[in-house]
């Protein structure tokens, strides 16, 4: 190899070529030392670009898996929303069909806890009447009617004073 290097560069060696020093060794050494120097740089520039792809494809998978995450979601609600309307298809009594939605609520749309009130709009309250899950910080909370946060009706969200 040390013979063709020295046959491109039009030169011969002056020394022992398994020698070190002298002119020969030293040559070779710096290209060595060239060829090293460059192959570390396209090393360092080749790692950088592995780094920021690596990056590109973690943020692409946890944008993925928020996108799953969302989509699962999404069927859950869908699920629950068909089921309930299935319910008030078949169910005509009322407080059965509160019952129901609520259930459908906790097992297709994986909610801990789901209840239905109803509104006095006059006396600014919100009695419970139906519920489903097992939570019991909300559990506690129900049972009594309760003061309305929201004055509409249709969206009241009740809290225990």
Known sequence: MLAAVDQALGESPRTDPNAITGS????????MTDKLTRQAEELRAANARLELHAARLEEEVV????AAEELSHLNRVHAM???????????HERDRLFEEACRMAV????????WIGLTD???RTCTPIACAGDDPHMSKRLGQPAPMIRSSAA????TKP
């Open 24 to 31: 020969y060794g030293v040559r070779h050494v710096r290209l």
């Open 63 to 66: 944008e993925r898996k928020r």
């Open 81 to 91: 929303v068909s089921s309930i309307n299935a319910v008030i298809v078949h169910v």
């Open 107 to 114: 097992e297709h749309g994986k909610f801990r806890f789901a």
């Open 121 to 123: 709009a006059e006396a």
């Open 155 to 158: 969206a009241a969200s009740c």
